[in-house]
Nanobody, 126 residues
Framework: QVQLVESGGGSVQPGGSLRLSCAASGATTGTTCMGWFRQVAGKEREAVAITGGAAVDSYAASVKGRFSISRDIATNTLYLQMNSLKLEDTGMYYC????????????????????WGQGMQVTVSS
């Protein structure tokens, strides 16, 4: 089992920045893949940024160049630095983790993650 505790959400004006954090505890084998997802009212949850496994970090097209995902291996804490925030970045942000799927000797991150945090609101408004 993996427990994920998020922090850093809140309100910010357009063009501002926020840094989200996610502290993972429990079975570290369950955190090969970690990522940030968000859900906007009336839309499906989408992957914002993913890290881990054999693939390079991936980002949603809408956040490329503005958001940066990073991970402190020593503390197993995941971060999402969000810059140049836009109104459309408003939503519930979730931290997620997954053991990954072994294929050809490497681990790859699946489209649906196994462990989820509670989520936190990010509001971008003027």
């Amino acid at each position: 089992q993996v427990q994920l505790v998020e922090s850093g959400g809140g309100s910010v004006q357009p063009g501002g920045s926020l840094r989200l954090s996610c502290a993972a505890s429990g079975a570290t084998t369950g955190t090969t893949c970690m990522g940030w997802f968000r859900q906007v009212a009336g839309k499906e949850r989408e992957a914002v940024a993913i890290t881990g496994g054999a693939a390079v970090d991936s980002y949603a097209a809408s956040v490329k160049g503005r958001f940066s995902i990073s991970r402190d291996i020593a503390t197993n804490t995941l971060y999402l630095q969000m810059n140049s925030l836009k109104l459309e970045d408003t939503g519930m942000y979730y931290c997620a983790a997954d053991p990954g799927r072994l294929h050809g000797g490497n681990y790859f991150c699946p489209p649906r993650f196994e462990y989820w945090g509670q989520g936190m609101q990010v509001t971008v408004s003027s």
